[in-house]
């Protein structure tokens, strides 16, 4: 076990609707990370914060929003879903989201869009 | 595009024999990572390496970094059913803190 959960474990929804995936880091951890994982596109990093601001951004798209709250947890939003969104989403942290420091997986929110 | 490419994309030993999986990237790199991922579960960190390292051992794993060549190799030894997973280097970069990870080796131990 990890320390980072995630909720929920499986979700299936209708494209051009929206859900909420949420984070909680390990304790400690003031950095959260997004990766989407797919067969065909592998593991994308999609946005990091720390401490609350977003501190490096990568293949998220504009339909996709994502905060981190100050007790730390972060919430992935997804809005106007597409087929193509299904995905295991994942979540992990850092102490300190500097990139010398390991970071932790949750076990992953799995999207099915149909 | 991917920062970090695994070679090869699947692999398949026999038990007992040991398995080399490979890594390259592109860009200056701070440390490199590698993660294990049995199907549909969480990424479990195994061993970071600097990129002021050469060599880094820890168990049966041995990891080698050569940044001239802008590499690095994994190697499980006297591989067990257990290490069948998913292996996937990821690479921390200088210019951000962005950490990267590759498509990942899918390595299956035979009986």
């Known amino acids: 076990d990890s320390g980072v959960t995630q909720t929920p474990k499986h979700l299936i929804t209708a494209t051009g609707q929206r859900v909420t995936l949420r984070c909680s880091p390990r304790s400690g951890d003031l950095s959260v990370y997004w990766y989407q994982q797919s067969l065909d596109q592998g593991l994308q990093f999609l946005i990091q914060?720390?401490?609350?601001?977003?501190?490096a951004k990568g293949n998220i798209l504009e339909r996709f929003s994502a905060q981190q709250f100050p007790d730390l947890h972060s919430e992935l939003n997804l809005s106007s879903l597409e087929l193509g969104d299904s995905a295991l989403y994942f979540c992990?942290?850092?102490?300190?989201?500097?990139?010398?420091?390991?970071?932790?997986f949750g076990e992953g929110s799995w999207l099915t869009v149909v | 595009s991917q920062q970090g490419e695994e070679d090869p994309q699947a692999l398949s030993i026999q038990e007992g024999e040991n398995a080399t999986m490979n890594c390259s990237y592109k860009t200056s790199i701070n440390n490199l990572q590698w993660y294990r991922q049995n199907s549909g579960r969480g990424l479990v960190h195994l061993i970071l390496i600097r990129s002021n390292e050469r060599e880094k051992h820890s168990g049966r794993l041995r990891v080698t970094l050569d940044t001239s060549k802008k590499s690095s190799s994994l190697l499980i030894t006297a591989s067990r059913a257990a290490d069948t997973a998913s292996y996937f280097c990821a690479t921390g970069l200088n210019r951000d803190d962005k950490i990267i990870f590759g498509k990942g080796t899918r390595l299956h131990i035979l009986p």
């Open positions: 992990a942290s850092s102490v300190d989201g500097r990139v010398a420091n390991t970071i932790y």
């Open positions: 914060y720390y401490n609350g601001e977003e501190r």
